[in-house]
Nanobody, 126 residues
């Protein structure tokens, strides 16, 4: 049974750092492409970061490029999102998701992801 469980969300101040975790079970993380998405209050869910099959490539939304880093830990079967220099506009519920295909196409399309976690809330105060 595939499960994704996010954790690490918190209330922080602008400029702080935070690391989110996504514990995966029921499959081997490194054999799939994975991504982080987020949904701010009153807005649609948006793509944040993607890590390719076996970590061969990483892609980021322009809004987080240079501040966020996506990574995976094979030993723990856990996906991470290191977030630095946080801004109030980063406030959102953050979700991890498993991509249904190892192909690197359509990484910012929700329908290309087959499993989602329930999310963890990140609040950045100014």
């Amino acid at each position: 049974q595939v499960q994704l469980v996010e954790s690490g969300g918190s209330l922080v101040q602008a400029g702080d750092s935070l690391r989110l975790s996504c514990a995966a079970s029921g499959f081997t993380l490194s054999e799939y492409a994975m991504a982080w998405w987020r949904q701010a209050p009153g807005k649609e869910r948006e793509f944040v970061a993607h890590i390719a099959y076996r970590g061969t490539n990483r892609n980021y939304a322009d809004s987080v490029k240079g501040r966020f880093t996506i990574s995976g830990d094979d030993a723990d079967n856990t996906l991470y999102l290191q977030m630095n220099r946080l801004k109030p506009e980063d406030t959102a519920i953050y979700y991890c998701a498993r991509k249904s295909s190892v192909l690197a196409t359509g990484i910012s399309r929700e329908y290309n992801y087959d499993y989602w976690g329930k999310g963890t809330l990140v609040t950045v105060s100014s």
